[in-house]
């Protein structure tokens, strides 16, 4: 089962409250970002970008949940930077699960077996581990030989101290997708719940530009990596998300779905766009111009852009918005999606990023923080 009944239950049920008040805007997680902070520097990434003050800032656990409180959503995803590097991250998640928040602590799990005494098995917490496809693919994302390894070993750890583990993975243009259904019986052999998939955005302040995808390429690689599905792969994600991927339907965003709270305050319009901020959630659905944003909207910045936080809660909506919805989703929870045409794109030869390009790698005196020497990174050929 991807998530607890419990979890389900509380979701399912909040979402019909808000369908039945008649309110179109509102939230199903929100994004909490409590420092920008982080021991890796992902080329896909611009989180890291930030000037040194910024980097050495974080939020107190009072700002995050005076958030929290703010914003009634049943979730809450605290991505980062990287979240273990907050001094008071295990304080912040005590604080969420207290209240009853279901938790998903994103991290590259670098530091996950170190800290993992710091929390307490709850139904309420997640450790969502950043795992961006087999060893060499993800190595080569998040620029560091052994990442993979420390992570499906920190994996491991944490579901054998029985916590909820689950893994996010982000794919960018030149995935390989029969090397990404390998990597999902990985993942599924290590013992997570349940896996996420994304495709990538285009940050401004990721360092490679190059290789996000466009939605006709996003759509393929979707179809190659999810039709014709095993029946022990298990998603934490609506079934119709998935299908959306796949180009079996078509959504338009839902930016206020997955509000993002972070250093700077509110921000607008979601966690991937920074068009100004806000000083409370209030303020946030109020102010914000959302006829400004998503593919119907004609904005560049969003014309390629399928990422979950924006469709994500459309998929969920539409699940919920509808006798039929409702019924494709049950179909789609059980359906394998047998496609030939798919099956046969599994043998089109794909030469991956990391075959041609250098993996430029941080090492361990840079991951010490944003004032360390920028001599110490180091190129080497994957």
Known sequence: MAVPVSQMWTVATYVLRQKLAGRKRYPLVLMLEPLFRCNLAC?????????????????????????????????????GGEPLMHPQISEIVEGLVARKKYVYLCTNALLLKEKLHLFKPSKYLSFSVHVDGQKEHHDFSVCREGGYDIAVDAVREAVNAGFRVTTNTTLFDGADPKSVRAFFDEMMSAGVESMMLSPGYSYDKAPDQKHFLGRARTRRLFRAILSNRKKNWVFNQSPLFLEYLMGKRNYNCTPWGMPTFNLFGWQKPCYLLQDGYAESYRELIETTDWDAYGTQSGNPQCANCMVHCGYEPTSVDDTFGSLRGFVDTVKATFSRYLDKDALADLDREIRPVYSYNPLVQINDAQIAGPSADASAVEETHA
């Open 43 to 79: 080329a896909g990434c611009g989180k890291i970008q930030y000037p040194a003050h910024i980097l050495k800032k974080e939020l107190t656990p009072k700002e995050c949940f005076q958030a929290v409180d703010e914003c009634p959503a049943p979730v809450v995803s605290i991505p």
